[in-house]
């Protein structure tokens, strides 16, 4: 196949077949976007091309993103999105060769994830159920947080949830994951009543208003579904009626501490990645060192003779 003849239609391309064959993300998308065009502008500065360029000077772009004062995750991403443009050009004929093939990144810096402890889920939980202008909201914040305590779901899953998934009281919830991937959670008591109690009165409000929504959370917008944005504000709100410090908490750090709970109360890590949805195992075992690190800490602060 002929390579294209302009670095843009080389990016278009490849990201059209990144969505078509794997189900990238949109977001993964526009994140690979904006990193090669950034490339492609660098090696038109220098005279090059994507389809002229070699592996000296991919690492001396790398050099020039280390010195613009990029974190390493960014330039990580960055060489990510160059590995895989280059992968595809070879599988495409449009390379003889991968001149990124064997470039080392440069790592990621290792931050340990944010989590809560359980009192401050509590707290959540009952702001959940005492926060929101009409008993409607109550139950749909109180159904939202619930869900995903209960089940370590990502935001974009959780906002996303087709209604049908939610009917019949099922015990356990068929969620779509990254890359159009499916799997199964479970649902705890707690959240089966919430699920329950919220599905009453979303239809409820539904019927009145003479609409309807194949969404388990509908909204006005576009998206026709509560937003990720709109979440997001919700649960600072709700870190704020329950005592939390809104910079712990985000979407993010409710899966976090889903994880983090069930690992310190003796789930196996084969099945906590399984209900995360983690491709990989060893981006689950993130959570034996948060757990490491919050056992050595009790030993400094509680045990009696670390104190005297």
Not at 32 to 38: A, I, M, N, T, V
Not at 117 to 143: F, I, K, M, Q, Y
Not at 168 to 190: H, I, T, W
Not at 198 to 206: I, N, P
Request: charged letters at 25%.
């Amino acid at each position: 196949m002929t390579a294209p003849d302009h670095p843009h239609r080389w990016i278009s391309v490849f990201l059209d077949a990144q969505a078509a064959e794997l189900g990238a993300a949109r977001n993964t998308q526009a994140a690979y976007g904006r990193d090669l065009k950034d490339f492609a502008a660098w090696l038109e500065r220098k005279g090059l091309t994507f389809a002229g360029a070699g592996r000296d000077d991919i690492e001396t772009y790398l050099v020039f993103c280390d010195t613009q004062g990029l974190s390493t995750a960014t330039r990580a991403r960055r060489l990510s999105a160059i590995r895989q443009l280059y992968r595809f050009a070879f599988d495409e004929g449009w390379r003889a060769e991968n001149p990124a093939i064997q470039i080392r990144g440069p790592g990621r810096d290792a931050r340990l994830p944010k989590t809560l402890d359980v009192p401050e889920v509590t707290r959540l939980l009952e702001a959940a159920r005492r926060s929101g202008r009409t008993p409607e909201d109550r139950l749909r914040n109180t159904c939202l947080m619930e869900l995903l305590y209960a089940t370590g779901m990502r935001v974009s899953e959780l906002v996303g949830l087709p209604v049908a998934a939610a009917r019949g009281d099922p015990k356990m919830l068929l969620v779509l994951g990254k890359g159009g991937k499916e799997r199964l959670v479970p649902l705890s008591p707690p959240a089966r009543k919430a699920l329950s109690e919220w599905l009453v009165a979303r239809d409820a409000a539904l019927e009145a208003k003479r609409a309807q929504s194949k969404h388990l959370f509908p909204s006005h917008g576009s998206a026709g579904h509560l937003t990720r944005h709109r979440f997001y504000l919700l649960i600072k709100e709700l870190a704020v009626a329950g005592g939390v410090s809104p910079a712990k908490v985000t979407p993010h750090t409710l899966r976090h501490a889903f994880a983090t709970h069930l690992l310190a109360n003796g789930a196996d890590l084969r099945s906590i990645q399984t209900m995360l949805g983690h491709a990989d195992v060893a981006t689950t075992e993130i959570y034996t060192h948060v757990l490491d690190e919050h056992l050595s800490e009790l030993v400094l602060t509680r045990h009696p003779l670390a104190r005297k």
